[in-house]
């Protein structure tokens, strides 16, 4: 027992580092990617290639002056940033990183690289704890006392709830032809080929059900053409307004992070985990294992630029288009998709 | 261990329902429900009801009081009256009403056979994906669609209330 404690723990550790670490890096991705995609230079003067500009930033953030706007409800001002960190931290539990062959460290089981291997919910694990995440962008636009934040706040709360439901209706379709909620299940149904070399992805049979799944996380991070909450055009900084120093960071930080989470979610459910086809579909001992958790990274490190490429190429939408696309467009698509993949899985056909 | 979980997360679930009823700041009451939510929940987590528990986390914590939170915010009240306070009879009214029902739900519980053997997790193992689905579909698919015609109907009803402005 205590040896599943301390290899619970280790784990725990790890993604935590990881993902901690993940950020930082994201933050230079997208800001010398942004330089790239609009012809000019970037941050460049902190190390190679200003590599060290995140740690800069981390430092100057630290040791900013921690400022409370003044008739500010004060416990849930300083709550709201730690409800978005924890939220963001806590999906990664049910995230099988790679493929477990029963690989054991000092003659114990691990059970694979995954934090909560007998937790048989899997993915709507994620759905519930990430959907307190919009309690933390609420809050703050309301404990704030600015009316921009408040409009933030109140628009992110319209905004994640109609996504919400487009994302969830895309996933059913894809754990509909699973038959479980476990990612790791959902990435050994799509290890294997049709005719033998095309990857039996689940993008190919569910192809609208992915892109409104993209879409949908798009919107759900807040990030552009979907980042209405914060939209500086016309709400100065948006529920993040009154917050400064490692309170605004907190906030960033988690953006960053439900970027990853998202861009894991993405590769697991649609583009076969770390599985190319039935290449490494059942990679055996320690260096196959490692081997198909470098292949979901890279898989994983493309959609995060994804992410980064298509904010510095689209413009933000309106607030009302938003909305029309999210009810009008990406719901009716979703059961759309529900409904095609229900009929060929009645055929016969192998989804 | 299982006992002193569900014991913990019982008490903590009564003292946050004690909280939104009587604070005073709405955006507190409705914290405070998400909060017995979250720890009715883990009651559930802890007997091995899995699937119960996030869908607990996803209707009524993710959905349901976003949306109290959303009216609470647009109408911006900061402060409500404190409890009982200004209506005598609508209190003891109230008061009397909920009583009845606290009295009812004894009632129908009395009846109930005690679990022996003290409570260990899986004990209702029912409460997974798989069962539940099947018993929707067999022995309760008829509440289950009447449920959604009831849900199809609100719908309707709201945007016609909604569209008869213009």
Do not use: C
């Amino acid at each position: 027992m205590w040896a599943d404690v301390i290899v619970t723990l280790v784990k725990l550790g790890v993604v935590l580092a990881v993902m901690l670490t993940a950020v930082p890096i994201m933050v230079w991705v997208e800001r010398r990617g942004s330089a790239l995609i609009q012809d000019r230079l970037g941050p460049n003067r902190v190390g190679p290639f200003g590599l060290l500009q995140p740690v800069v930033d981390a430092v100057k953030l630290l040791t900013k002056e921690h400022l409370t706007p003044e008739g500010v409800n004060r416990f849930l001002y300083y709550l709201a940033p730690g409800i978005a960190m924890v939220v963001a931290l806590s999906t990664f539990i049910v995230i099988p990183f790679g493929f477990d062959p029963g690989l054991e460290l000092f003659g114990h089981p691990i059970h694979g690289f995954l934090v909560a291997p007998d937790l048989n919910i899997g993915v709507l694990y994620i759905f519930a704890v990430g959907s307190l995440g919009v309690y933390g962008i609420i809050l703050a636009g309301w404990a704030s006392n600015n009316k921009y934040a408040l409009l933030g706040g109140i628009r992110s709360s319209a905004q994640m709830i109609s996504y919400e439901l487009a994302m969830t209706i895309s996933v059913v379709s894809v754990l509909m032809t699973t038959g479980s909620f476990r990612l790791d299940r959902v990435v050994e149904h799509q290890s294997h080929a049709w005719l033998g070399f095309i990857p039996a992805w689940n993008v190919v049979p569910h192809i609208l059900g992915a892109i409104t799944f993209i879409i949908a996380v798009f919107a759900e991070t807040n990030r552009l053409p979907f980042d209405l909450p914060e939209a500086e055009a016309e709400l100065v900084a948006g529920y993040h307004t009154e917050y400064s120093s490692m309170k605004f960071a907190a906030f960033f930080m988690s953006e960053y992070i439900n970027m990853v989470t998202a861009s894991t979610l993405i590769v697991l459910l649609y583009f076969g985990g770390w599985s190319i086809g039935p290449v490494l579909a059942h990679p055996q001992g320690w260096g196959g294992a490692l081997t198909s958790v470098a292949v979901f990274g890279l898989k994983v490190a493309f959609f995060l630029w994804f992410f980064v490429w298509v904010r510095w190429t689209l413009p933000r939408f309106r607030f009302d288009q938003l909305m029309a696309i999210g009810w009008k467009v990406m719901v009716p698509v979703a059961v759309l998709n529900f409904v095609l993949v229900g009929v060929m899985m009645a055929l016969g056909w192998p989804v | 261990m299982v006992i002193w979980a569900f014991l913990v997360f019982a008490v903590l679930a009564v003292v946050f329902t004690t909280l939104a009823v009587v604070h005073r700041s709405p955006v507190v009451n409705v914290l405070s429900l998400v909060m017995v939510f979250f720890f009715l929940a883990a009651i559930y987590a802890v007997l091995g009801m899995d699937f119960l528990a996030a869908i607990q986390l996803i209707v009524y914590s993710g959905a349901v009081l976003v949306l109290f939170l959303f009216v609470i915010m647009l109408l911006n009240i900061r402060r409500v009256e404190r409890f009982g306070s200004g209506r005598p009879v609508q209190a003891a009214l109230g008061a009397a009403a909920a009583i009845a029902v606290g009295a009812l739900v004894v009632w129908a519980v009395r009846g109930l056979a005690p679990v022996t053997g003290g409570v260990t997790p899986d004990a209702f193992a029912g409460g997974t994906a798989a069962p539940i689905g099947r018993m929707l579909m067999t022995t309760y698919l008829f509440p289950f669609e009447l449920i959604s015609v009831v849900l199809v109907a609100a719908l309707v009803g709201a945007i016609a209330l909604a569209r008869r402005e213009s």
